[in-house]
């Protein structure tokens, strides 16, 4: 047998799984699978669905492109790297697929294992490297034989794919190969007919809603989002739903953080239904972790979500009784309205009196012009200003239109956000609005690289530009007793033209310094990649933390 063989049965059982999308990081021990993906991109889809081959330099940059084409489609994306350092790279991506429950298959070539420990050129211990952080790991070598390749890459994209455990993740393919690297008229013998039954789903359970229930949805897919949605709306009862959870829509709480906190509320609630993952506040962390409180999640698989350790249920699905109080959810929606009217991000300024922008104004704004479009929302600030936002009238009046948001809350790093943004563009084939700001717009300007003979993402990029690290003025550190060494080492100031860096990479770059002007190129579709930097002041973020605190 030999590697360009392997390579081809790689090939096979990507396409016999479904897998649509391949990213590759080009190398040189990984030359049999680039040569292969290539020749099956070019072909039509007679085996499987069509191959989508997307080629990018940074291995980092290709792991969250992978990740954000696993996110769009729900279903496994390849990455391909080449031996060496190169592997490792892909960590970030691999970390927070663990942690979000992403179907990324790592192919990573490597060197001969009869060349290992020798010290010969990027030779290391690939194989382990992500350890924990994977479902799945497992070697193949090139002097192996087709049937044993079938065997290994079928279980490796199952687990993946989570299609009999019911928990979506990243496994690891390393891939022995040895010379000769290039194409032979080697042919694979025919596969045998694959077929991977999904395990059963699960039955509602059905739950009274005599008690002071609400459901709390945290970050999730569209599918989940939508079911938090309809059970909240049967029961009756608040929904507090993060920006990210896709139920943000109807009548949803979108001050329920500030809400759990208010006597009558908060301390009211003796029952939370979770769905999805919530990450984004200390309050709902708090409200997890009460004695008196039941936390029921529901969630599928062998994983769920309990941040604050008291669940006492967990359910594949629910259904939830009509509630028999109806003032339990008018008290929720009257106490929103008046608190989001106190706020004032969802009222306009009269022309002429356009203040500066904030962040809190300039989620707000991006939220209602992208409703019922596609969302990316970076960590930081940026995802905590949303969700202060007000739901968009046209989201209150149709549910089902709702917005499709997305964000890497696995571990809610600033690291992969343009790359991600762009795979999910991608993964879609629609048009994306990503809200960031510029420390995390810096860590993967190397996503902003797009080579001319790859497709372009119809992607504009928002990105909230206060020179630093703003989050931290609303921390213990940005207080006054901390002032000393604030900016060295938390505010970390810098004078980058981000601007001038995208417009580099060849992307459409504008510098809007008004509400006004914003909402109006908001109104622009989205055509290509387009990068609109709205510089904001930090030196206000504490006051305003503490202002909200104190409504």
């Not at 990018?56 to 279903?75: K, P, Q, T, V, Y």
């Not at 008690?211 to 009756?236: E, I, K, M």
């Not at 001050?255 to 990450?279: A, N, Q």
Request: hydrophobic fraction near 40%; include cysteine.
């Amino acid at each position: 047998m030999s590697s360009w063989l392997l390579a081809q049965c790689v090939v096979e059982q990507l396409r016999q799984a479904g897998v649509e999308h391949v990213v590759l990081a080009p190398g040189s021990r990984n030359a049999p699978l680039s040569m292969a993906l290539h020749r099956a991109s070019v072909q039509a889809g007679a085996d499987g669905p069509d191959l989508h081959l997307h080629v990018r330099i940074d291995e980092r940059s290709a792991g969250f492109l992978a990740l954000g084409l696993a996110r769009a489609s729900e279903s496994p994306v390849a990455v391909v790297t080449t031996s060496g350092t190169a592997v490792a790279n892909l960590a970030p991506a691999v970390m927070e697929a663990n942690e979000a429950g992403v179907p990324l298959v790592v192919l990573s070539a490597d060197r001969p294992l009869t060349m290992a420990h020798s010290g010969a050129n990027q030779t290391g211990t690939q194989f382990g490297l992500f350890s924990s952080q994977v479902r799945h790991q497992v070697q193949l070598t090139s002097d192996g034989e087709p049937t044993s390749w079938r065997f290994q890459l079928r279980r490796a994209l199952a687990e993946a794919a989570g299609s009999r455990t019911g928990a979506p993740g990243p496994v690891q393919v390393n891939l022995h190969l040895d010379v000769p690297l290039m194409p032979s008229d080697e042919e694979l013998p025919p596969p045998t007919p694959w077929q991977l039954e999904p395990a059963a789903p699960t039955r509602a359970v059905l739950l009274d809603a005599a008690r002071h229930t609400v459901v709390l949805a945290g970050d999730a897919s569209p599918a989940v989002g939508r079911r938090a949605l309809q059970v909240a709306h049967a029961g009756g009862v608040p929904l507090l739903a993060e920006p990210s959870s896709n139920a943000r829509a109807g009548r949803a709480v979108s001050t329920y953080r500030l809400l759990l906190g208010k006597e009558g509320l908060g301390d009211r609630i003796d029952r939370v239904i979770v769905f999805g993952h919530p990450t984004l506040s200390r309050p709902v962390t708090r409200l997890l972790s009460r004695e008196d409180v039941e936390v029921i999640v529901v969630a599928d698989g062998a994983r769920w979500p309990d941040p604050g350790m008291r669940a006492c249920r967990v359910v594949g699905d629910v259904d939830l009784a009509p509630a028999p109080d109806e003032h339990w959810l008018n008290r929720w929606l009257t106490a929103d309205c008046d608190l989001q009217t106190r706020l004032g991000l969802a009222s306009r300024p009269e022309s002429g009196e356009e203040p500066e922008p904030t962040g809190h104004a300039v989620a707000a704004l991006v939220v209602e012009r992208t409703a019922g479009q596609v969302l990316v929302l970076g960590s930081s600030n940026p995802i905590r200003d949303a969700d202060l936002a007000p739901v968009p009238d046209a989201l209150y009046q149709d549910p089902e239109a709702a917005t499709r948001v997305f964000a890497n809350r696995g571990l809610a790093g600033i690291d992969g956000v343009i790359s991600t943004a762009a795979g999910i563009g991608l993964g879609l084939d629609e048009p994306v609005t990503c809200l960031l700001g510029d420390l995390t717009f810096l860590h993967d300007c190397g996503g902003l690289w797009l080579g001319s003979l790859e497709e372009q993402p119809r992607l504009r990029l928002v990105v909230l530009d206060d020179r630093g690290g703003s989050i931290f003025h609303s921390l213990e550190q940005g207080g006054e007793q901390h002032e000393a060494s604030f900016e060295k080492v938390f505010g970390t100031p810098h004078q980058a033209d981000l601007a001038a860096l995208a417009a580099a990479h060849g992307w459409k770059a504008t510098t809007v310094r008004d509400l006004e002007e914003l909402g109006q190129r908001l109104r622009v579709p989205v055509r290509g990649p387009e990068v609109l930097v709205v510089p904001v002041a930090r030196d206000g973020r504490r006051a305003w933390a503490q202002r909200v605190a104190g409504l």
